[in-house]
């Protein structure tokens, strides 16, 4: 069985370590190859080849920096499907959603792409008599990124073309699930010019993760993943002395009003409920649906869920396999924590036909009616296509229950009311905000976060938040003297 290596200094890199864990296909089940995963050295070694290549990158011109970033988004455009196929490889989702992802990942190196006009300082001409005020943005140094299985290209594309355009160095974790894709834009980035040792990529586990978190040469740590992880990133990372963005999990809302276009929901519920079989962040797991609506939206999600085909996501289909099969029991299991909570399961996904392997991770799309708020179904993130219908009397009961979550990831209001739609955007406690659109993942000249527990650091991912993160400003107060100029005076300089 072939091993991912790890991606250190432009080349492959097998590094110290003994341990390995093996990457699926989730649409045949079968353990087709293995992943390195990392020892401390292993990191320690990645994080001095970044260190070394700093001060050549950082001092690489701004315009020579930008030149390889059009390299790199000419290239990743013309050979994305070739990355499409890794991602549904080792991921599952289906090749459409693969590329769907790809092009979002792109508009970040796009925006990377305007480094010179980003990294703009300001200038402030005589503040005082012959005294002038600038700032300018330094990178930080070495900046680790950890990524997690659900977003193999996107999410890593989120942070290092910003990170790498800034004059940083970086060293990615991907997650050990679906590596490939990361080793692959790794190799990629080189062939495009940039020199060896500003992009590593190491694969591992906690063991490499807590290596990145308490390296005293590491800066900053961009993290994507889970609620609890987050956390313990964001609490780590900051004890050490680093700059820390750490996403996290979501339980995202859509709230539909009694005069949407039932229709147009029934649609956006289904795309964004079921697309890449749930395992989205911004993924609609929860329908509010306003009465009178509940009945009439039910029947038409279900009609169009009868129709979604589920299968091996390079055969056509809709719907690809979860991840694992660990993952896939332990989605199935809120199907039997809604029975025995007296939730009503309208469609059932356990046991559906596939267009596949049977030994591929499937479970169906699964629509879940009268779920009580107390039921895990509702408070925890599922990670899988399992949509749940709860059942509201009115705006304000909608709204508290979608600021009573602990997430604050996405949400969306389904609605033909301009008035309606814009309290909604003043009151809704979520970072990003859908109106009639269901997954409002922003645009790349943006920023992608959410709030509360779906955030730790006070930074967003890409857009306009990207280089406050991956750069220092310095201010700088200049005075170039007039040759009779001379005289003590110990207070503060006045005009
Ligand atoms: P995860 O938290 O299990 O793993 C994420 C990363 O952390 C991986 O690289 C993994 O190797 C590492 N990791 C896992 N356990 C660790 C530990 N104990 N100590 C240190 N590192 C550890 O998440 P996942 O299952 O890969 O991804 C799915 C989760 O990510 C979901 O909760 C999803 O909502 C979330 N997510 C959030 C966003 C967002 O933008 N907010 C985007 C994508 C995914």
Redesign the pocket.
Known sequence: MSVVQHWVGGAAFAGASTRTAPVYNPATGVAQREVLLATTADVDHAVATAKAAFPGWSGTSVAKRQAVMFAFREQLNARKDELAAILTNEHGKVLSDAGGEIARGLEVVELACSIPQLMKGEYSENVSTGVDVYSIRQALGVVGI??????PAM?PLWFFPLAIAAGNTVVL?????DPSAAIWMAELFKQCGLPDGVFNVVNG??ES??ALLEHPDVASIS?????P??K??YETASKHGKRVQA????KNHMLVLPDADLDLVADSAVNAGFGSAGER?MAISVVVAVEPVADALIEKIQSRMATLKVGDGTRNCDMGPLITDVHRDKVASYLEIAEQDGAEIVVDGRGIEVDGDPNGFWLGPTLIDKVPTSSKVYTE?I?GPVLSVVRVKSYDEGLALINGSQYG?GTAIFTNDGGAARRFQNEVTVGMVGINVPIPVPVGYYS???WKN??FGDAK?YGTQAIPFFTREKAITSRWLDPSHGGINLGFPQN
């Not at 950890?146 to 977003?151: A, D, E, T, V």
């Not at 996403?247 to 979501?250: N, P, S």
């Open positions: 950890i990524s997690p299985f659900n977003f999410v974790k991907p997650s050990e699930k586990d906690k993760v807590d993290f994507v993943g889970s609620t992880i987050a313990y990133i996403l996290g999990g979501a962040c993130e990670f990831n992608f976060g959410g779906s955030l991912a």
